[in-house]
């Protein structure tokens, strides 16, 4: 029993410099997603309000005129299908393809938050407890040194998991009432574009 729970000591305490690792990882690609997130929110709350505002009194016979005031090449998801839908106008079955890969094209863009959302606070975690036996074998001993520095350890990494999870998550909620929207346009989009194919 006793060399049982020395493999899993030297397991876990191998298991360190790996979960380190990774939250560092997850804390850079936090920032960057910070950075890509301001982005996507002054594109949505410039053209996204705008769209809103249009397609919420569109009648099938603007159809045309709307489209040709959009941007062509726009970095919001929604714009992108827009064009593509009114390109396949004349059928039913690529604009509904359309409307799907739409929808995986915004859960791939949620991918990021979702990992940093559920992934922050499990390597916080564990990086929270592996110093933790260290830590207690210091105190044991009187290494007064070793354990505050496992400590540290320890309370570091719980932050950035933390840290990294809140990102992760906020943009998340966000994000999902952004693309719930879009879908929201798009799929009224598409009916408008059906009714133009029954006159």
């Given at each position: 029993m006793h060399y049982?729970?020395?493999?899993?000591?030297?397991?876990?305490?191998?298991?360190?410099v790996?979960?380190?690792?990774?939250?560092i990882?997850?804390?850079?690609?936090s920032?960057?997603?910070?950075?890509s997130?301001?982005g996507q929110?002054?594109?949505?709350r410039?053209?996204?309000?705008?769209l809103?505002?249009e397609?919420?009194?569109l009648?099938?016979?603007?159809?045309e005129t709307f489209?040709s005031?959009l941007?062509?090449n726009?970095?919001?998801?929604?714009v992108?299908?827009?064009h593509?839908?009114w390109n396949?106008?004349?059928?039913?079955a690529?604009?509904?393809k359309?409307?799907?890969d739409?929808?995986l094209?915004?859960?791939?863009?949620?991918?990021i938050?979702?990992?940093l959302t559920k992934?922050g606070?499990m390597?916080g975690l564990?990086?929270?407890?592996?110093?933790?036996?260290?830590?207690?074998v210091?105190?044991?001993?009187g290494?007064?040194?070793?354990?505050a520095y496992?400590?540290q350890?320890?309370?570091?990494?719980t932050v950035?998991g933390?840290?990294?999870?809140?990102?992760?998550?906020?943009?998340q909620?966000v994000k999902?009432?952004w693309y719930?929207?879009?879908?929201?346009?798009?799929?009224?989009f598409?009916?408008l574009l059906?009714?133009?194919?029954?006159?």
């Open positions: 049982i729970s020395d493999v899993l000591y030297w397991i876990s305490t191998g298991l360190l790996p979960v380190i690792i990774l939250l990882y997850f804390f850079l690609r920032l960057i997603l910070i950075g997130f301001f929110y002054l594109d949505t410039k053209t996204g309000a705008s809103k505002k397609l919420s009194t009648k099938k016979e603007e159809v489209i005031k941007p062509q726009h970095r919001l998801l929604s992108y299908y827009l593509q839908m396949n106008k004349d059928h039913s690529k604009i509904n359309l409307l799907t739409f929808e094209d915004a859960d791939k863009d949620l991918a938050s979702k990992t992934m606070p390597l564990m990086g929270t407890l592996i110093p933790m036996g260290p830590a207690l210091g105190l044991s001993t290494d007064i040194a070793s354990m496992n400590m350890v320890a309370f570091a990494t950035v933390l840290f990294s999870s809140a990102i992760g998550f906020i943009t909620q999902q009432r719930l929207q879009d879908m929201n346009n798009l799929e009224f598409a009916e059906k009714e133009n194919q029954t006159k």
